[in-house]
């Protein structure tokens, strides 16, 4: 008589829900003693070097609808254009940059908003300089793989035009897409995650 192995079924896949903000963003939730600070909301101290500038934005569905439960990460170079980060060796970057930063959308107005300063340009893997740039690490319910995506400035045309990166984007109108709105100190950049105006997502 065969035996009765007692096959599970496989368990149901699972988005990252409002739990994602429990654990990364505890005081945002309302949750304290867990850090003095939630990790990533303070990327700059009084002693940084830079321009100093604010981005905001929202992550807006295929409705047209922003997020309330979306939480975004970013990570940049500093002003001089070199990242805090132990593979850096081109130079020793701003020790008073964190170089990331972490912000959930509000829960009224679906807002995110980031207090950093405008990087300087970093080379792409072929030497070739790159635009100033921050990259967009993109979580929330419904978004079972995190997105990854860059925000370049409006006011960097030159350097826009002949980034790397930018030019491999087939459709050039797209492109449109990764260009923040404002100027300095002042950026708007709004994430469309479907539609027309779907931000282009990078795989990576």
Not at 10 to 30: D, K, M, R, W
């Amino acid at each position: 008589m065969a035996q009765d192995l007692g096959y599970l079924k496989e368990t149901a896949s699972q988005t990252a829900g409002p739990y994602v903000h429990i654990g990364l963003t505890p005081n945002f939730c309302g949750i304290g003693g867990v850090y003095e600070a939630d990790l990533g909301a303070s990327m700059v101290n009084d002693r940084t070097l830079g321009q100093r500038i604010t981005v905001t934005g929202r992550v807006i569905d295929g409705a047209g609808m922003p997020l309330k439960d979306a939480l975004l990460e970013i990570w940049q170079a500093d002003a001089a254009g070199l990242y805090n980060s132990p593979s850096e060796r081109r130079g020793a970057a701003d020790p008073n940059f964190a170089g990331w930063g972490r912000s959930p959308t509000g829960a009224d107005d679906g807002m995110f908003t980031f207090e950093t300063v405008k990087p300087g340009r970093v080379p792409f893997h072929d030497g070739r300089l790159m635009a100033p740039h921050i990259s967009f690490w993109i979580v929330a319910r419904g978004i079972n793989i995190g997105l990854h995506t860059r925000m370049y400035f409006p006011d960097e045309a030159v350097a826009n035009a002949a980034d790397p990166l930018l030019a491999r984007i087939e459709h050039r109108h797209r492109a449109e897409t990764l260009v923040a709105a404002g100027r300095t100190p002042n950026y708007v950049f709004d994430i469309h995650l479907q539609g027309e105006k779907e931000t282009v997502f990078l795989d990576i």
